[in-house]
């Protein structure tokens, strides 16, 4: 099975801050990772697919890279309603794996 | 637009079978480039796989509950189900179905694009 090291766990930023988020797999899943934003009640929301492609709707600040086992989510200006838990999944090859999670949270 | 609800018990109890149906709506999962998934998240915990069905009625299971865990599909009805057996305290989380697309427009895709907005399932007696 590939594992999804997601780090760091918590972050604390204030608004207009530049948040980066990092996922590495454990073996190369070429560009198939997706980055999924959760907030407390709520169902995850798909940001961006295949690394860096962005679903419909998502803000132009979001932006991920990376291919192979490296991957980015950066937010490049924080808004308020940035504020929630970040996964990252590895959707290469079944099983389907998810990172730890990473809490942004106001400074 | 897709949307998709989970419905079933909130309580089961140890031991028993946690049974929940996922009926989707404002379109099809019944094309090769979707599958229907089950992701669970434990309370205050992260997400976790636990399966996806294919248009045929293929299925994949997460390892460590492949053992304990059937999915089906009802394409009639526009369904899919999940089924766990010999439930434990460590299965109470909110379950979650979601839509997974392979490819749209000739574009490679590989996310879960739509999810239902959850359910919680406590295993308690």
């Known amino acids: 099975d590939i594992q999804m090291t997601q780090s760091p766990s918590s972050v604390s930023a204030s608004v207009g801050d530049r948040v980066t988020i990092t996922c590495r797999a454990s073996q190369d899943i070429n560009s198939w990772l997706a980055w999924y934003q959760q907030k407390p009640g709520k169902g995850p929301k798909l940001l961006i697919y295949a690394a860096s492609s962005f679903q419909s709707g998502v803000p132009s600040r979001f932006s991920g890279s990376g291919s192979g086992t490296d991957f980015t989510l950066t937010i490049s200006s924080l808004q308020p309603e940035d504020f929630a838990t970040y996964y990252c999944?590895?959707?290469?090859?079944?099983?389907?794996?998810f990172g730890g999670g990473t809490k942004v949270e106001i400074k | 637009q897709l949307q998709l609800q989970e419905s079933g018990p909130g309580l089961v109890q140890p031991s028993e079978t946690l049974s929940l149906t996922c009926t989707v709506s404002?379109?099809?999962?019944?094309?090769?480039?979707?599958?229907g998934g089950w992701i669970r998240q434990p309370p205050g915990k992260g997400l976790e796989w636990i399966g996806s069905?294919?248009?045929?009625?293929?299925?994949y299971f997460n390892p460590s509950l492949k053992s304990r865990v059937s999915i089906s599909l009802d394409t009639s009805k526009s369904q899919f189900s999940l089924k766990v057996n010999s439930v434990t305290a460590a299965d109470t989380a909110v379950y979650y179905c979601?839509?997974?697309?392979?490819?749209?427009?000739?574009?490679?895709?590989?996310?879960?694009?739509?999810w239902g907005q959850g359910t919680l399932v406590t295993v308690s007696s």
């Open positions: 979601a839509r997974f697309i392979t490819l749209v427009r000739g574009v490679i895709i590989k996310s879960f694009d739509y």
């Open positions: 999944l590895q959707a290469d090859t079944f099983p389907l794996t």
């Open positions: 404002g379109g099809s999962i019944s094309s090769s480039n979707y599958y």
């Open positions: 069905i294919d248009y045929s009625g293929g299925t």
